[in-house]
């Protein structure tokens, strides 16, 4: 069953706390990214990666932290400097092919609460 | 800077009713522009994109450069319809923008 997979669906966490959701693709694609979802705001880009060990960051990167090592895993951590982290954050994957980039495949998503 | 603006946060049409839920962008190359939409309990999924020109479950939606538009629109709108629907600009690999979402309530 090909798709991705976030983990946890529900997390909370005390204020201090780094916390590090988890998203793996098993559809070969090479980019990944990472979106937070707030009410009447849309989706904001946190960081992204094309390739693997190496990555960008979005427009609201500040707070938060990622890694590539595998192609297929694209976790986050987010940092306890992150000063409103209660929200629900998106991932997604896509094909890039001649500088451009294809649908976008989401997951189901994480929201975390923090107490 | 790229920028996506969807005007209209709620819109509520009746069943049968055209429906044009509006996205205009702010880009200064050649955009590649989507549409995504959220149903109820769902993930964010794909709907259409401008490059295939396509019509995805009675949607249609054009590429105005002119008016640096993509409005979506349906002829008659039907009750699955209901959901959230995200305009998106990605350019090139990797920074795409979305607009706020609108939210498509059709009443019976």
């Known amino acids: 069953d090909g798709g991705i997979t976030q983990s946890p669906k529900y997390l909370f966490r005390k204020e201090g706390q780094n916390v590090t959701l988890s998203c793996e693709q098993n559809?070969?694609?090479?980019?990944m990214y990472w979106y937070r979802q707030d009410p009447g705001q849309g989706l904001r880009l946190i960081y992204y990666?094309?390739?693997?060990?190496?990555?960008q960051k979005g427009d609201i990167a500040e707070g938060y932290s990622v890694s590539r090592e595998k192609k297929e895993s694209f976790p986050l951590t987010v940092t306890s400097a992150q000063k409103n982290p209660t929200a629900f954050y998106l991932c997604a994957s896509s094909i890039t092919s001649g500088g451009l980039t294809g649908e976008l495949f989401f997951g189901e998503g994480s929201r975390l609460t923090v107490l | 800077a790229q920028r996506v603006t969807q005007p209209e946060k709620l819109l509520s049409v009746f069943k049968g009713a055209p429906v044009e839920l509006k996205c205009n962008y702010s880009?200064?190359?050649?955009?590649?522009l989507f549409w995504y939409v959220q149903y109820s309990r769902q993930r964010l999924q794909l709907l259409l994109r401008h490059i295939s020109r396509e019509s995805i479950k009675g949607f249609t939606a054009d590429l105005n450069k002119g008016e640096t538009s993509f409005h979506l629109k349906k002829p008659f709108a039907q009750e699955e319809d209901s959901a959230m629907y995200y305009c998106?600009?990605?350019?090139?690999?990797?920074?795409?923008?979305f607009g706020d979402g609108t939210t498509l309530t059709v009443k019976p």
């Open positions: 990666s094309q390739i693997v060990n190496d990555f």
């Open positions: 880009y200064s190359g050649s955009p590649e």
């Open positions: 559809l070969n694609h090479d980019a």
């Open positions: 998106a600009l990605q350019p090139n690999a990797g920074k795409s923008t």
